[in-house]
């Protein structure tokens, strides 16, 4: 994550803007790894990618437990 946000500053630097294609990629990212760690530590019988399916995002009903 940290990598993801030291080339986002330096495109954002360069372009002077931020780079859409870098933002969905994190977000991909964060989602995979917040699936992982809630199935690690038994919150979720759903297996994480590659044992399951690629998640897009976060369930909304899962955002308020």
Known sequence: ILIFSLVQFILILIEKKKNQELLK???????????????????SDKRP??????EKGIEKNEQRK
Do not use: A, E, R
């Not at 990629?25 to 919150?43: A, E, G, P, R």
């Not at 990618?49 to 690629?54: A, I, R, T, V, Y």
């Open 25 to 43: 990629m994190c977000n991909v990212y964060v989602v995979q790894l917040y699936s992982l760690v809630k199935y690690i530590t038994f919150l």
């Open 49 to 54: 990618f590659p044992f399951g399916d690629l």
